[in-house]
Each structure stands twice: as structure tokens, then as C-alpha cells.
């Protein structure tokens, strides 16, 4: 094929290159059937025009939303928004859990690291014990949040400044955690504070019933807690923190 028949396409490496993945990715979807060049040119070079592209952006999207490589070969051409959106949705859901559970672990570990500081060898006991304490303690959040144990709770009408401090401390402490925060560190213990001024558990917990009901009820209906295991495990920490800083204040006292 003469340069005129080749203009406008690209090598394998080029593909690659502005798709941001290696040759050898694109030459095992080639393998699998699923993405084959336009043309070869001279030397039996693989040629891939802009369509190819597009078909390997559709591949790479596909495939991280947990599409297998038979369904994205046989979806080709008939791929349905609803699907894609079903897709999404579960993809959210994952890693929902996963952050929620990457939360919780690097508390976890915190704790255990707090365990051992000024010790000269591990109390296996102890150590095991921080890890189930912090298990409960999510469980019993779990069941709080769901509603399970706030049927005779109040639910609490929430002005717009409370809503915005509610969102910037959950905020704030998310970010925390990512830093290694101990819950006995002093940015924990700001945290406690602006989380006791707004109510404490009590307050939070009955203002995620509120939500809770007002996903089931309004006009926008949720199959699930949105961010729930996000929220256990943050209301966890600033409860955390809450309770150590009472500790501290009754021992200086």
C-alpha cells in the first residue's frame, strides 16, 4: 500500500501511545479477536485508523467497568446506555466498599500502631482485641444507620449552615484518616470538638435516618445507602476521638 492509501493512520506504537496503553495490550485484544488493524503497509506493518481508536476507547472503558472480553466482542455496535448506566452503578457500589473498607483498615492499623508505641514486645491479646473493637463499633453504626436501632429517635430538621458544617467536617476527617491521624493526635481532637458542637452520634446518626427516609420517599428512590460505609467508618473515628478526648479530660481533672 502506497503512502497515499496509508495517510491518516497510525502504527501500533502510535496507538498506543495516544491511548495511553502498552503494544502489548493492543496485540493481545488483536489475539482475542477484538480489535484488528485497518491495513498492513510495507513489512507487514499494522496499520490502526481513528475508528480503531475508538474501538479500543470502547474496549478500555468496557473492561474497567467489569465488562469480560467475550460480552464487549459481542456487544459491538449494539451497546445499550441502559446497561452502560447499570454498569456504573455497580462499579460506584465497588468502590463504595472498597474506600469504605480502606477506611476502616487504615484506622484499624492506626490503632494498632498506638498500641505498640513505648512497648518492648506485642501483647497478641490486646492487638486483637483493637481489631475487634473496631469491627463492633461498625457494626453497631451499620445498624444505626440503616435505621435498625433509631425507631424512637427524633429526626431532626437540619438548617442549611448545619447541613454545610455536617458535610465540611465529614470532609475534613475523611481527609484525616488518608493523612494517619490518631484519634488521640490534636487534628482529631479539632475534629471531636466541632463534631460534639454539632451534636454528637446522637445528631448524626438521626440525620442519616432522615436521609434514609428521604430516599425511600421522595421523588429520587435509592436502592441503598449512598456512601453508608463511608459514614460508619468516619462517624467511628470523630466518636473515637470524642471518647479519648474525654478520657484525657478526666484523668487531667
Known amino acids: 500500500m502506497g503512502e497515499q492509501g496509508t495517510r ?3 502504527t501500533v ?28 503497509g510495507e513489512q507487514n506493518l499494522r496499520l490502526y ?24 466482542q459481542e456487544g459491538e455496535g449494539s451497546d445499550s446506555l441502559a446497561e452502560l448506566t447499570d454498569a456504573l452503578a455497580h ?25 505498640l508505641a513505648n512497648r518492648d514486645q506485642a501483647n497478641w491479646s490486646e492487638l486483637a482485641a483493637t481489631v475487634g473493637v473496631a469491627q463492633d463499633r461498625e457494626d453497631m453504626l451499620w445498624s444505626a444507620i440503616t ?3 433509631l425507631e424512637e429517635c427524633p429526626i431532626p430538621e437540619l438548617s442549611r449552615e448545619e447541613v454545610i458544617c455536617w458535610h465540611q467536617l465529614m470532609g475534613d476527617t475523611i481527609e484525616a484518616m488518608h493523612d494517619g491521624v490518631l484519634v488521640t493526635d490534636d487534628r482529631a481532637k479539632a475534629l471531636a470538638i466541632r463534631f460534639s458542637s454539632l451534636g ?9 435516618k432522615r436521609l434514609a427516609c428521604q430516599r425511600s420517599s421522595g421523588p429520587k428512590q435509592y436502592g441503598r445507602d449512598f456512601y453508608a460505609g463511608i ?14 478526648s474525654h478520657a484525657n479530660a478526666n484523668t487531667q481533672a
Open 8 to 10: 491518516g493512520l497510525m
Open 91 to 115: 462499579r460506584e457500589a465497588e468502590l463504595e466498599r472498597e474506600s469504605a473498607k480502606i477506611l476502616r483498615d487504615m484506622n484499624v492499623v492506626q490503632g494498632l500502631r498506638a498500641h
Open 13 to 40: 506504537g502510535e496507538l498506543a501511545s495516544r491511548v495511553g496503553v502498552t503494544v502489548r495490550t493492543i496485540q493481545y485484544y488483536d489475539q482475542r479477536g477484538l480489535l484488528h488493524p485497518t491495513c498492513k
Open 49 to 72: 485508523s481513528p475508528a480503531d481508536e475508538e474501538r479500543l476507547n470502547r474496549i478500555i472503558t468496557l473492561k474497567y467497568l467489569g465488562f469480560s472480553l467475550s460480552q464487549i
Open 231 to 244: 459514614q460508619r467508618r468516619t462517624l467511628s473515628f470523630l466518636q473515637d476521638a470524642l471518647d479519648c
Open 200 to 208: 454528637g452520634m446522637p445528631h448524626a446518626l438521626a440525620g442519616l
Open 147 to 149: 435505621g435498625e436501632a
